[in-house]
């Protein structure tokens, strides 16, 4: 499996939503698209989907334009709308046949795909009566239902409080085992649990695409983290003079310092501080996170 997303380009009346914007996708891979509400991505998948077409550019799908690959896709929208008066089953019963499946085919599977999705014993419950997360695993469910190469998400975990959320993460790290999957999200913590891979995308341009060992190792800028107690804070004035300290950042009781070399200076740092009697509260090499690192590339 292939997906091929060729200089594509959207505008809406005077807004570009999508401009020139190019990747590839290769079979096994979870791709997480990421960038704030408004950056495109919505957009993008759309027309992943075939639910909406390029201005200008292509989409394809083993080599195929994607209008003709759509039994190849199972698509996750950010709010799923299911009629609450159906049962799960009924429910998967119904989208099989929309998908054109033959009942011979969606009937056997559909006790298989809720108990992958964690929904076995409520089969044959209302879909009214069910929480948040349990509506997106059964839209997870109708997603997978006729067995798709690829599998596109929008915004999967973003309408649910923290347990749907969690419940939501853990089933797509499940199933991303045995299926490729491109999902967007601005909830940067669950893409970095979830993907390999980052395509970043801000005012409909795609602005980066590597992954997270990536984008760390080139944020790394030797910085250590310390924490102290209030009363050491006067300690920075010492350490803004040692000739190997080259930034000091004060956050609340964190001093974020940056240092020449961080193999040779993390000790002579510590050293210092506990010269000083500097009552640390916790030590460390700064990583930067990937919402960090999202902030620097985004935010100008």
Same mark, same amino acid.
């Given at each position: 499996?292939?997906?091929?997303?060729?200089?594509?380009?959207? !505008?809406? #009346?005077?807004?570009?939503?999508?401009? *020139? $914007?190019?990747?590839?996708?290769?079979?096994?891979? &979870?791709?997480?698209?990421?960038?704030?509400?408004? !950056?495109?991505?919505?957009?993008?998948?759309?027309?992943?989907?075939?639910?909406?077409?390029?201005?200008?550019?292509?989409?394809?799908?083993?080599?195929?334009? =994607?209008?003709?690959? #759509?039994?190849?896709?199972?698509?996750?929208?950010?709010?799923?709308?299911?009629?609450?008066?159906?049962?799960?089953?009924?429910?998967?019963? $119904?989208?099989?046949?929309?998908?054109?499946?033959?009942?011979?085919?969606?009937?056997?599977?559909?006790?298989?795909?809720?108990?992958?999705?964690? /929904?076995?014993?409520?089969?044959?419950?209302?879909?009214?009566?069910?929480?948040?997360?349990?509506?997106?695993?059964?839209?997870?469910?109708?997603? /997978?239902?006729?067995?798709?190469?690829?599998?596109?998400?929008?915004?999967?975990?973003?309408?649910?409080?923290? =347990?749907?959320?969690?419940?939501?993460?853990?089933? =797509?790290? *499940?199933?991303?085992?045995?299926?490729?999957?491109?999902?967007?999200?601005?909830?940067?913590?669950?893409?970095?649990?979830? &993907?390999?891979?980052?395509?970043?995308?801000?005012?409909?341009?795609?602005?980066? *695409?590597?992954?997270?060992?990536?984008?760390?190792?080139?944020?790394?800028?030797?910085?250590?983290?310390?924490?102290?107690?209030?009363?050491?804070?006067?300690?920075?004035?010492?350490?803004?003079?040692?000739?190997?300290?080259?930034?000091?950042?004060?956050?609340?009781?964190?001093? *974020?310092?940056?240092?020449?070399?961080?193999?040779?200076?993390?000790?002579?740092?510590?050293?210092?501080?506990?010269?000083?009697?500097?009552?640390?509260?916790? $030590?460390?090499?700064?990583?930067?996170?990937?919402?960090?690192?999202?902030?620097?590339?985004?935010?100008?």
């Amino acid at each position: 499996m292939k997906l091929e997303i060729k200089h594509v380009k959207k !505008a809406y #009346k005077d807004k570009i939503a999508v401009n *020139d $914007f190019s990747m590839e996708l290769n079979a096994g891979e &979870c791709v997480g698209l990421i960038g704030p509400n408004g !950056a495109g991505k919505s957009t993008l998948l759309k027309m992943i989907t075939d639910m909406i077409k390029p201005d200008e550019g292509e989409v394809l799908l083993n080599g195929n334009k =994607i209008a003709q690959m #759509k039994r190849e896709i199972g698509y996750l929208p950010q709010y799923p709308n299911f009629y609450h008066w159906m049962t799960a089953r009924e429910t998967l019963a $119904f989208m099989g046949q929309l998908s054109g499946l033959q009942k011979e085919e969606f009937i056997h599977s559909i006790p298989e795909i809720l108990a992958k999705v964690g /929904l076995r014993e409520v089969g044959n419950s209302k879909v009214g009566t069910f929480s948040g997360g349990m509506k997106q695993r059964l839209g997870i469910a109708q997603a /997978l239902l006729h067995k798709p190469a690829l599998i596109v998400m929008d915004e999967p975990v973003s309408a649910l409080d923290p =347990i749907g959320r969690r419940e939501v993460v853990n089933l =797509i790290r *499940d199933i991303k085992q045995d299926t490729t999957i491109i999902l967007s999200t601005h909830i940067l913590s669950d893409a970095e649990e979830i &993907c390999e891979r980052f395509v970043m995308i801000s005012n409909g341009i795609k602005i980066e *695409d590597t992954t997270i060992a990536e984008l760390l190792a080139r944020s790394n800028k030797n910085k250590l983290s310390l924490h102290c107690t209030a009363k050491d804070l006067k300690w920075i004035d010492v350490a803004k003079k040692l000739p190997y300290v080259r930034e000091i950042e004060v956050t609340g009781h964190r001093l *974020d310092i940056e240092v020449e070399n961080i193999q040779t200076d993390k000790n002579r740092v510590l050293e210092n501080a506990l010269a000083h009697e500097v009552d640390i509260v916790k $030590f460390e090499i700064h990583t930067d996170t990937l919402e960090e690192i999202f902030l620097q590339l985004v935010v100008k």
